[in-house]
């Protein structure tokens, strides 16, 4: 697969790229995790894949035995066969233990998972830490099986081996850095979850395009949870050493809201930057609180770690009726939601990137008429262009970051970038060059 | 009398009590007062009573000559006996000095008081600091006076004695202390004022009934202003130095309403617990400001002596119609509002007691499964006391007290009792032993 | 010109001050200026008058040439006489350079300005920093010319010589300043400006009259934005130092409203007592933000000087059609819009002078009654006037100057003067004289 980087075709390659990865079976460990890191490396060679064996010890967890599985279905009395794990990997429990024998309808039934509420959905239903075996199937199909004699079968493996995943450095001026966590470990659903890895992979070829960086990158394509918890284990003092800023990525996929999860603290930069980017490009957001979370900001900002992690998301997990289900699918997503998620999460990096503590250069105001920065006629309504950049002149005493003037200003940041460029060309004003400990301390200015 | 400790009689018991206390004649000195601690005397024994000497220097006052009262009567023209101390102890205006003789009408009426706007109430009138002497009876009664001449008796005795009050100290695990404060001079009224001490007293049954206490429980029945004067002019420097949190119990005994009254900081320990007991319990309770107080918070929160005290009442002072007449009697106060209010402040307590700060023992969510805390079984939505467990592991971080993670969450602390205790058991959680000089840190978190 | 202290009379002789002011032809250089500024030195001898020579570096600006004119007009092809500088020197384009040429009607507009939205006004249009030349006049008188031959004359003078301004010192018992500042470089226009001047010499005879003030007074008449940055670049070192609170004064002639437009920082002592001034005066004020300034607040609120300066106004620059035109005249501004200014600036000034932080001189309320401030006895309900006075002793613990206390009891603090000072002769206040510095650390209490 070849994509190009022209930005009007960037959705419909997303898309592609969805299309591809979505049949793929994954889990928490096994070789749908690999497959898709595969196909991530295609578009990105640097990204590096990890193996971490199981029985590690990570924290208060172990990593499990890896899950396998090629097979699986159901026999009915009348010899059909259903369930059948080649039509959907929905069919299995995510971590089913193998089986194969014959029982009766009502023994059946204990191993079975559909919802009345939703009778031609089939749910998604893991059992990762007990051992288990089980089907889903959608309510109505269930409804339809009569009595009599069934066989189940399936052909999965459960044994030592190792949990997968991906990490992507990409180096940047200083060594702080922006965090961005994504997961792989969700079988054939779109928007949670598949969006999340397609979104962050090509926010990282826009990344890796950029002539130069602020700040260094670090990238993860993990299973959701127990890859986390495994990430920190490994990496919790560098990334609390570095990181600055981050986004877990997820439920980017469809076109329906947009919404937003703060990290613990609440105000952290991440926030102040995913804020002040969903006020502009979709008024009407949703903000969540950190108690509705549900996916890795549970550990990355959980007490001792506290990394900065917020979540910019279109429909968020547990929140539409489609979600952990198969209609949770190809056509829930679409690539201008995909595209729409891009480009904000792509306004979240260019303010960070961005964001600095300027200093004016002069006392009083400075004469732009004799720089051809003001009309050299006084009338009686100043416009409004002239206006911001008399705003950022004022506001920039060394107090304020650039994120707090724009918010002050009503602004997007990125809008301002031309008049900030121009001026410091006119040496009226200057970076602060202090590191980003400073312009977290701003916070209180927002 | 015997009160029986069983919670389900407490309502009526303290109901008994009021009733055996209300005829007695109380002020801020005298024999109603020394009668009154006796009687309490009977079901705590422990309780020390003290004696002030008249002419004692406190603060920017001095102890008055203590006020006796034997009998009282107004002899109409026709002979016929009204305004009988013997009938209702108010009266006759609190400290007056002793009289008998014959006037006319329009001299008597100087020495009267009645409420127009009240015409069946009797007022209760006070004249501490000032030698008068007057009677108070209902408007009705006053417009039937005739001309002629009256004879008004006073058997009244004002001379040196002293002030009585009674102090009650309780000890727990630490010197801190909480301090309860509730006094006990007013004569025949029920809510303001008989319901503070009675409830105050059951409160106290109630702490030593414990088998621990983590505060030490300083509590005191003393009269209104002059008492806490006294009292603070004798103790401020231990007070400052030991009082962690503390409650001025008054206007506790109707059923119409709850209220609270910040102290002078307004969000202390004591402000912070009374409000989260409050919005649990009556979510439309009414909420005073520091300026509408009018009892002894005057004199605990004043410059320099500066203890957090807050008020939690039913109908404040000041507020109902029946306020300071006899119509504030055992039928305006009933068992289930004294039980209430018990219930009420005994929360406050429990809140005050289990307030701690917990640190989460790993990093990262624990695995609660493998503890048998969380299903084996992944699906779609988890319950609401899963959720409050684990809210309670992400914010025990050290920066939250228990008080703010139950604002947090929603939940009365009370209720997180059980929770906290199990993932303690589970050492997944532990206690900050620091003092509580950090947690009053906390404060800003709320 | 003889004006009495009597402040019945205080009003017209505002009006009369205006009125003799507003034909002078005034620019940001030039005689006008020095015209006006000898007239308030009548009223006010003590008022100096500096010079600064054209080309003087002042931060990032240059004193320009100086700019005097005598005559104006321009000739129709019937010889008529229009846009004549001696009918309104609203007429001339000011700053415009000498003219004296014939010309077609098509070169002529290019040199024209009318406002066709209001087509009886005549502009008010500058070009300080840009030699050109112009006219302006209604855009009734615009439409009605016809093609053909015109002169043009503008008899004006652009050469090296002066910018001048005014600068009263009024000392008082300390060093630290209020600093107020208004400017003298309007042409014929009323409310923006000659407003500005003529209130802020009344309020200088006020302050000249006190027996004594806490505060020095620095006032400066001086020419906008480039007045203020001249002044800057002498004085702000001092004026750092010195300067506690201040007000650009500006807009206060007319009485259609107030408004009040903050300083950069927004909290002030200028600003808390200008809002807690118009709250008490005008509730109804209207409130503008830092980002609708567009007077000297510009460069006194520039980073790197950070003054206190607020603005107390009328009707604000910018916000009303007849700003900037013919129609801001004798008409739009009365008595009663100046007399209104003036009072609310000197309650400002009032505020700031009594401000002071009280420290109550006993623990516990102390006993008013002895002292004869308090009934001798107890009633229902107590006044509102000894409700303040407890108030005032409650909150006086070091930690409240008396304008927020002021502010908690929802009382304008003129009207606690009497209050605070019978306290304070019993030796129940006491005030704490730290410095100001000390005060500023308080706005966090308001």
New interface residues.
């Given amino acids: 697969m070849k994509i190009k980087h022209d930005e009007c075709t960037i959705s419909q390659d997303m898309y592609y790229l969805m299309e591809r990865l979505f049949p793929i079976c994954r889990s928490i460990t096994g070789d749908g995790v690999r497959i898709t890191l595969n196909i991530l490396k295609e578009l990105i060679p640097e990204i590096a894949i990890n193996e971490v064996p199981s029985g590690t010890q ?4 172990t990593v499990p035995d890896e899950w396998n599985i090629k097979d699986a279905y159901i026999i009915t009395p009348t010899g059909e066969k259903i369930a059948d794990f080649k039509v959907s990997n929905l069919h299995v ?2 971590y089913s233990e193998p089986v194969d024998r014959s029982l009766t309808l009502e023994e059946l039934n204990k191993h079975l998972y559909s919802l009345p509420e939703l009778p031609h959905a089939i ?1 998604y ?6 051992r ?1 075996w089980g089907f889903c199937l959608t309510d109505q199909q269930r409804k339809q099986l009569q009595p009599g004699n069934y066989r189940v079968y399936i052909d999965s493996a459960l044994k030592a081996g190792s949990l997968t995943y991906g990490e992507l450095v990409i180096p940047g001026e200083t060594r702080e850095e922006i965090f961005l966590s994504t997961y792989v470990c969700h079988p054939s659903m779109a928007n949670n979850e598949l969006s999340g890895p397609v979104v962050t992979t090509f926010l990282a070829l826009w990344l890796m395009s950029l002539p130069k960086r602020r700040y260094t990158y670090r990238i993860v394509f993990i299973p959701e ?1 127990i890859g ?2 495994v990430y ?2 490994q990496h ?1 003092k560098e990334l609390k050493q570095n990181v600055y800023a981050g986004f877990n990525i997820t439920c980017v996929g469809d076109q329906q809201t947009f919404s937003y999860l703060p990290s ?1 603290q609440g105000n952290t930069i991440s926030d102040r930057v995913a804020r002040h980017v969903l006020k502009h490009i979709f008024p009407n957001y949703l903000e969540y609180t ?2 509705d979370r549900g996916s890795d900001e ?2 990355y ?6 990394l900065p992690m917020a979540s910019v998301m279109r429909s968020k997990y ?1 929140t539409y009726p489609e ?2 289900t198969s209609l949770d699918n190809l056509n829930f997503v679409t690539p201008e939601g995909l595209s729409g998620s891009y480009t904000a999460l792509l306004h979240c990096l260019q303010c960070l990137e961005f964001n600095q503590i300027l ?2 250069q ?6 732009l ?2 720089r051809g920065l003001y009309p ?6 100043p416009q409004k262009r002239l ?1 911001d950049m ?2 950022v ?6 107090n304020h970051d650039l994120l707090s003037i724009a918010e ?2 009503e602004t997007p940041l990125w809008e301002l970038i031309t008049l900030v460029n121009t001026l410091k060309e006119h040496n009226l004003l200057n970076e602060n060059k202090y590191h980003n400990s400073t312009m977290t301390v701003m916070n209180e200015y927002v």
């Fill in positions: 990570c924290f208060d967890w429990v995510n749910p239903v893991t059992s990762y830490y007990y288990r949870t986390s918890i920190l284990s919790h613990r950190f108690r549970r550990q900002c959980s007490p001792g770690i506290d547990g979600y952990h200093h004016t002069c006392y009083g105001e400075p004469q008429g004799k050299t006629i006084g009338v009686r309504n206006r008399m705003d002149l004022a506001y920039s005493d060394g002050k200003i």
